[in-house]
């Protein structure tokens, strides 16, 4: 396990964290609502990863701004990367959520296309913090996510949700057939992924700024577009 720069372990719990009374006003706030607790750290968590990466992140930071004694870090999740992990964990809980909140036995499913692609979009412009966390995952080969027990729960009913979507609009007549769900995800976020996720060199390289509000609309729109062309007979 990676330690902090501090000097910290990353697996060692520190003897003291600040002022006594302060660490026993944390343990009473994780003692009365543990699950409060593991929610005020893991936002804190995922805004210091979002900003610092694994290696910079600081222990002292997150337990500050959850307002908790840094020794309820360590209790829930053990060490840095178990934090990293469970970060990781939730941002692929909020991804498989796109599939499973889409309505796939009802509706047009060229309909319902255009709208899950408009649900991708709208994720990344409410969350682009996840792009920055799983650009960091990727940069460590996916060792944490690897390690996650839960790993086995977020795609095979994203998959199963895009399947039958396909399925039926094969069936009515609207996509074509031979259709990979797979494919079908990865040219919706990799449209959408890769231009916010390099909406600055973009912007520079062709000398207009692509994160206006027009902008980011046209392009929404432009991937609707293709999206729906390239399921087509």
Known sequence: MSGD???????????????????????????????RAQRDILAAARAEFASFGLAGARVDRIAAQAGLNKRMLYYYFHHKEGLFTAVLEQVYD???????NLEVETGAPAALLAQFVDMVFDHYDRHPDSITLLNS????????????????????????????????GVAEGSFRPGISEVHLY????????????????????????????????????????????????
């Open 5 to 35: 720069r501090d000097g910290e372990s990353a697996g060692a719990i520190p003897a003291t964290d600040g002022a006594e009374g302060g660490g026993r006003r944390a343990r009473r706030h994780a003692t009365r609502d543990p699950a």
């Open 94 to 100: 909020e991804l498989s959520a796109l599939a499973a």
């Open 137 to 168: 995952e990727n940069l460590h080969r996916g060792r944490h996510l690897s390690q996650s027990p839960r790993l086995t729960e977020f795609g095979p009913g994203f998959r199963k949700n895009l399947a039958r979507l396909i399925e039926r």
């Open 186 to 233: 990865l040219s919706i976020v990799g449209q959408i992924y890769f231009a916010q996720s390099n909406a600055v060199t973009l912007s520079m390289f062709f000398g207009e700024d692509l994160s206006r509000p027009e902008a980011r609309q046209a392009w929404r729109a432009h991937v609707r577009q293709m999206i729906l062309a390239g399921v087509r007979p």
